[in-house]
């Protein structure tokens, strides 16, 4: 995941530091894990897992919140990413083959949860699975859950391949249309799963657009771009219009760029350089605004770029993201 909250450059000089747990202050013993009975849903669990030609090799309590899980060796076929993360790295899948392969054990069991249809969905082993599939495994041991709702905030804890911004704009998006299907929550109440508003918006744009520079935009989003109020498949909607307007403030972007490239400037940090430039909080730190009044604001401002003003020490110290 990004590691973009708590950073040093966020956290300040006079940031309260976090005071520790007492040692062996939470959870259960190890004596606990297996103590007492399991509920009637992970029995039915167990059952399902067998009927699906897996097999049940333990059966648990977490030793942090004490749930009940099961350890299971499932068919290969049956184990299948969710539906809304980010694609798969053909590069970091056949590292993984070649390491497994080398060492002949897999030793990192995925996480999964069983689907009405007894495939089992996993949040975390994507690349790990395929890996396997690769090297022409036949099961792979997983630990199964018996909550549907974890696999949708288990991804915080992925951390098989590192997201960088389109990965992880794309599993935001991803996640929220499955879950609109099934749930009418304002978009607000989901914090946890999508983290960031921005994730959102900038999803939607990698989707049209998939050289899309959001690096670029990313920053100023986070100033501006809150989450909605509305029931999740409204708030969608929402998300599709601002989507339209960065993309149309990107064109704008774009235009300028080429021209400073028509003029012989040459820099990664181009489209960093012409947003910094038109953004009306750029000298406002920490200053909030509404979404469309400074997109609308900034393409106008985009639109009306004098390349001819812009001197070759100004670009020398731009930095900022750039293009990706």
């Known amino acids: 995941m990004p590691a973009r909250r708590g950073s040093a450059k966020g956290a300040g000089r006079g940031a309260r530091k976090k005071r520790a747990a007492e040692p062996a202050s939470r959870g259960l013993t190890a004596t606990q894990l297996v103590a007492g009975s399991p509920p009637t849903n992970l029995e039915s669990l167990r059952r399902a897992i067998e009927e699906d030609g897996g097999s049940v090799l333990a059966v648990y309590r977490d030793p942090l919140g004490g749930n009940w899980q099961l350890l299971a060796g499932l068919p290969l076929e049956k184990v299948q990413p969710t539906p809304f993360q980010r694609d798969l790295s053909e590069t970091h899948v056949a590292r993984l083959s070649d390491v497994i392969g080398r060492l002949d054990r897999f030793l990192d069991p995925v996480i999964a949860i069983r689907t009405e249809e007894g495939l089992y969905w996993t949040p975390n082993g994507h690349h790990r699975s395929a890996a396997l599939r690769q090297i022409g495994c036949r099961s792979i041991v997983a630990l199964v859950l018996a909550e549907p709702e974890v696999a949708y905030r288990i991804l915080a804890l992925n951390t098989e391949k590192a997201h960088n911004l389109r990965e992880k704009s794309l599993e935001v998006v991803r996640m929220a249309r499955s879950l609109s299907e099934q749930d009418r929550r304002a978009e607000k109440d989901y914090l946890l799963e999508f983290e960031e508003a921005a994730f959102l918006t900038l999803g939607l744009c990698y989707e049209k657009r998939g050289k899309f520079s959001g690096g670029a935009y990313h920053s100023l989003l986070r100033r501006v771009d809150d989450f909605v109020e509305a029931p999740l498949p409204k708030a969608l909607e929402i998300r599709e219009e601002r989507a339209a307007r ?57 639109r009306r770029f004098d390349v001819s003003k812009v001197k070759a020490d100004q670009l020398a110290v731009a930095s900022g993201a750039p293009e990706e």
Do not use: C, H, W
């Open 246 to 302: 960065l993309l149309e403030l990107d064109d704008a972007v774009s235009e300028a760029v080429n021209a400073l490239k028509g003029r012989g400037f040459q820099s990664p940090y181009l489209r960093a350089f012409v947003v910094a430039r038109v953004n009306p909080l750029r000298f406002q730190r920490g200053a909030k605004a509404d979404f469309d009044t400074t997109i609308e604001k900034m393409t106008g401002a985009a």
